[in-house]
Nanobody, 133 residues
Framework: QVQVVESGGGLVQAGGSLRLSCAAS??????????LGWFRQALGKEREFVAA??????????ADSVKGRYTISRDRDIAKNTVYLQMNSLKPEDTAVYFC??????????????????????WGRGTQVTVSS
């Protein structure tokens, strides 16, 4: 079983920045890297993909709505399975609950499918990000 815990949400004015963190851990795969992703869900809307990073850290993916403003990264020790989401130039429409998700071994999802929520095995409880105008 994989545990996923997010942190770093809060209230910020439009144009500001926030950095979210997420740690995924598993006793069974304590040193195995995982693909990690961020999704968000605004009130009354469906959950949507934000960004993903492969287990090696070599490939990142972004939703069009956040490209150029958000940056996903992970700890250099990939086995720590800690991922960050740097969010700059925030807009009121970025307001949502942000969820971190982990795609754990032994069977990984295809890199090309990491924008899909179904590619992930485990989810955090989410952290609220509110951008005021």
């Amino acid at each position: 079983q994989v545990q996923v815990v997010e942190s770093g949400g809060g209230l910020v004015q439009a144009g500001g920045s926030l950095r979210l963190s997420c740690a995924a851990s598993s006793r069974a795969f304590s040193r195995d890297p995982m693909n990690l992703g961020w999704f968000r869900q605004a009130l009354g809307k469906e959950r949507e993909f934000v960004a993903a990073i492969t287990k090696s850290g070599g490939i990142t993916q972004y939703a069009d709505s956040v490209k150029g403003r958000y940056t996903i990264s992970r700890d250099r020790d990939i086995a720590k399975n800690t991922v960050y989401l740097q969010m700059n130039s925030l807009k009121p429409e970025d307001t949502a609950v942000y969820f971190c998700a982990a795609d754990a071994p032994p069977i990984y999802s295809a890199t090309s499918s990491l924008y899909m929520a179904t590619s992930y095995d485990s989810w955090g409880r989410g952290t609220q990000v509110t951008v005021s105008s």
